[in-house]
């Protein structure tokens, strides 16, 4: 018998609930930014990227930035309006 499966997301068809995300991309490309303003995102359950999301925790792994780089990069994310959109 057929078994229906049915998939969670956080932000709308892209980041589902329970997965482990990666995002690779060259050096310089503005990685760091997309992954803390989504986590950011997440965490108020504002809109991401022009998307509803759910409002959840989220634990963000990043060996490549420096904690000063982090905290930073946070602080500008926070100083913009929410949400932010592609458009």
Known sequence: FP?????????FEYLEKGIFSSLVAAAGSGKTFIIY???ICLC?????????TKRTK?????NETSNLHKEGRIKAILK????????
């Open 80 to 87: 913009t309006n929410l949400p932010v959109s592609l458009d």
């Open 37 to 39: 303003y989504e986590a």
């Open 58 to 62: 989220v634990l963000v792994i990043d």
């Open 3 to 11: 078994v229906t499966i049915r998939q969670e997301y956080l932000i």
């Open 44 to 52: 108020l359950g504002e809109v991401c990227f022009g998307h509803p």
